[in-house]
């Protein structure tokens, strides 16, 4: 029997709101996210980036390898997803590098800090070397960039994370909503949302 997975890109959805991973992972409701215009211009923008900076080397951030779209699975970790880039630092470390069609933020969100290190996390287990940090880039504001620290106190909090997503999926209750009702507003199931 295949051991449950779920993406770095659903522990996103569960900090939107945790009903998300119920209505997605238990209901088998999809969400049709390609019919948004943000998820459309960011997947536009990934593949314009790789048609036309296949081999360029984020020396900014101290790249000294890169590879692109990279699919990782941890049976240890539940984990599986896609990893826009995977650098290598001249430290010889690893990190992730997740691209985000948005303008920069004040401060990172929740949701875009443990989708980057929930990558950490699989590189670091697939790989098995070391990774101190991942990179955001904010591509609206002109590939903005902001380093996340992964260290042993981000690891167990995305451990944690990810087995209450797991739970969700595997109680097969529904779980309370998210307390900021204004992410109501954006929710695909805003209309079956109790």
């Given at each position: 029997?295949?051991?449950?997975?779920?993406?770095?890109?659903?522990?996103?959805?569960?900090?939107?709101?945790?009903?998300?991973?119920?209505?997605?992972?238990?209901?088998?409701i999809p969400q049709?996210?390609?019919?948004?215009?943000?998820?459309?211009?960011?997947?536009?923008?990934?593949?314009?980036?790789?048609?036309?900076?296949?081999?360029?080397?984020?020396?900014?951030?101290?790249?000294?390898?890169?590879?692109?779209?990279?699919?990782?699975?941890?049976?240890?970790?539940?984990?599986?997803?896609?990893?826009?880039?995977?650098?290598?630092?001249?430290?010889?470390?690893?990190?992730?590098?997740?691209?985000?069609?948005?303008?920069?933020?004040?401060?990172?969100?929740?949701?875009?800090?443990?989708?980057?290190?929930?990558?950490?996390?699989?590189?670091?287990?697939?790989?098995?070397?070391?990774?101190?940090?991942?990179?955001?880039?904010?591509?609206r504001d002109g590939n903005?960039?902001?380093?996340?620290?992964?260290?042993?106190?981000?690891?167990?909090?995305?451990?944690?994370?990810?087995?209450?997503?797991?739970?969700?999926?595997?109680?097969?209750?529904?779980?309370?909503?998210?307390?900021?009702?204004?992410?109501?507003?954006?929710?695909?199931?805003?209309?079956?949302?109790?």
């Open positions: 029997m295949e051991t449950l997975k779920i993406t770095p890109t659903e522990l996103l959805e569960y900090y939107f709101c945790p009903r998300f991973i119920y209505f997605m992972n238990v209901l088998k049709y996210e390609d019919r948004r215009y943000k998820v459309q211009k960011g997947r536009e923008v990934h593949q314009e980036r790789q048609k036309h900076n296949k081999d360029y080397l984020w020396k900014k951030v101290g790249a000294v390898a890169r590879e692109s779209n990279v699919y990782l699975i941890s049976e240890k970790y539940h984990l599986h997803g896609l990893v826009d880039e995977i650098v290598t630092l001249k430290d010889d470390t690893l990190a992730p590098i997740d691209y985000k069609y948005s303008v920069y933020p004040r401060h990172v969100y929740r949701s875009h800090r443990t989708q980057i290190l929930s990558y950490c996390l699989l590189l670091e287990d697939v790989y098995q070397r070391l990774v101190k940090c991942g990179f955001i880039f904010y591509i903005r960039q902001v380093k996340v620290l992964y260290d042993d106190r981000e690891r167990i909090k995305v451990i944690k994370d990810i087995e209450a997503v797991l739970t969700i999926i595997q109680s097969e209750k529904i779980p309370e909503r998210t307390i900021n009702i204004e992410e109501c507003r954006d929710c695909t199931y805003k209309n079956i949302c109790i």
